[in-house]
Nanobody
Framework: QVQLVESGGGLVQAGGSLRLSCAAS????????LGWYRQAPGKERELVAT???????NYADSVKGRFTISRDTAKNTVGLQMNSLRPEDTAVYYC???????????WGQGTQVTVSS
């Protein structure tokens, strides 16, 4: 049974930092592309960042230079370091893993990030 468990969300003032972490179990982590998505109230879920199996990151323009995605295959975790947070970063953040060869996808339950102005 595959499980993705996120942690690290919370309330922070604008300009502050948070680190999200997602721990996966029941999968061979190295087979998967890892990512973080977010969904703000009344908006569509959007891509924040992904990291390939080889460790190449990809970021949405809105977070480039502020967020850093990382993966630890030995620990089956994916992290998202978020710096210089803005009120518009407020959303529920979801961990996502996708196996490119089969397009199998799993989602975490989401963690709330709230940035106050």
């Amino acid at each position: 049974q595959v499980q993705l468990v996120e942690s690290g969300g919370g309330l922070v003032q604008a300009g502050g930092s948070l680190r999200l972490s997602c721990a996966a179990s029941g999968v061979t982590f190295s087979f998967y592309v890892l990512g973080w998505y977010r969904q703000a109230p009344g908006k569509e879920r959007e891509l924040v960042a992904t990291i390939s199996r080889g460790g190449t990151p990809n970021y949405a323009d809105s977070v480039k230079g502020r967020f850093t995605i990382s993966r630890d295959t030995a620990k089956n975790t994916v992290g998202l370091q978020m710096n210089s947070l803005r009120p518009e970063d407020t959303a529920v953040y979801y961990c996502n893993i996708r196996r490119p060869t089969t397009d199998t996808t799993y989602w975490g339950q989401g963690t709330q990030v709230t940035v106050s102005s």
